[in-house]
Every structure is written in structure tokens, then in C-alpha cells.
């Protein structure tokens, strides 16, 4: 895997948390640490990308139930690279009505995903990293918060937490 990041001199890194309680982290990411590491990879002729999808799903893509893929997609392109934001929300647990018909062509693990009852940012994390055996170059931060009025599903969130927490690969 490293060979093929050297040659090609293209590092992309996927952003995963829900969006209402981590604008902030997300702001700092892309206002201050993610220019300095471009600086860095670009002094070394490499081409920093990172992948931030509060902009990146158009408000069509969401109607026609591609949010789920878009997101499988992208970490596919970005893997090993990969960010997880885990704050004092769940997010978004999508349905199989929410997705479009054909979805589990491409990526079958949805069906369990959805049995599963996880969000879509449970999903990212889990297809993404924990559900993987290679090498990855994965951090996860989690926000200590003793407000948990804003909690959803909070024994969701809990055990992905835990299960982040518990998993020493990252």
C-alpha cells in the first residue's frame, strides 16, 4: 500500500463525525491544521486532500438516496487515511427507503448496516476502519462533553465510543 501512496504522491483523508455538534472541530481542521499539513506534504511534492462532505453532497444526490454510497465511495478513495470525530451526537440513521434501489450492488455490508440500526457517521467509521484488517493510518478523537441534554441515541453512541475507545489498532 505505501508504494502506491509514494508514486502516485496523493494523500486523500476522510473526515467522519456528524455535522450539528462538530462544526467547530471541523472549522479548525480545515482553517488551520489541514493548510499546514498541505504546506508540509507540498514541500515534498505531495498533493494533501481532504475530504470534508458537509459540501461535497449536493442537495439532488441527497433526494435520490446516494448520501450512504458517497460517503462508502470517498473512504474508499482515501483509505488508509481516515479521521473520526466522535462528540455528544449519534446522527442520522438512515433507512432503506432513504437509500437508492441498487445500493447493495456495490456495497453489500449496507443490508447489515441497516439491520444494525447505525447512522450513517457509525457506518463511515465502522466500513471505513473498524471493520478492516489492513493497516490504517486512523485517529479517532472524542469530545468529552458533560451536557448531554443534545444527545441522540445515547446508548448508540456509547457503544461506538466504547468500541473506538477499546480498539488498540488506532
Not at 4 to 12: A, D, G, K, M, V
Not at 87 to 106: A, Q
Request: glycine share 6%; charged share 30%; hydrophobic share 35%.
Amino acid at each position: 500500500m505505501e508504494s502506491q501512496l509514494i508514486e502516485n504522491r496523493h494523500i486523500r483523508v476522510f473526515i467522519s463525525s456528524t455535522f450539528r455538534d462538530m462544526q467547530d472541530e471541523r472549522d479548525f481542521l480545515m482553517k488551520y491544521t489541514f493548510p499546514r499539513l498541505k504546506k508540509l506534504a507540498g514541500e515534498r511534492d505531495v498533493l494533501l486532500t481532504e475530504l470534508d462532505l458537509r459540501w461535497g453532497i449536493t442537495e439532488e444526490e441527497s433526494r435520490a438516496g446516494k448520501v450512504v454510497e458517497i460517503c462508502l465511495k470517498e473512504i474508499e478513495q482515501s483509505i488508509p487515511f481516515f479521521i473520526g470525530i466522535i462528540g455528544n451526537r449519534y446522527g442520522w440513521i438512515p433507512r432503506k427507503e432513504d437509500l437508492r434501489d441498487g445500493y447493495s450492488v456495490r456495497f453489500p455490508q449496507l443490508d447489515q448496516y441497516l439491520a444494525n440500526g447505525w447512522s450513517v457517521t457509525e457506518m463511515e467509521m465502522q466500513y471505513g476502519v473498524l471493520q478492516r484488517d489492513t493497516d490504517m493510518h486512523a485517529y479517532f478523537y472524542i469530545k468529552r462533553n458533560e451536557n448531554h441534554q443534545d444527545c441522540d441515541y445515547p446508548e448508540a453512541l456509547s457503544k461506538l465510543k466504547t468500541q473506538v475507545q477499546e480498539n488498540d489498532r488506532y
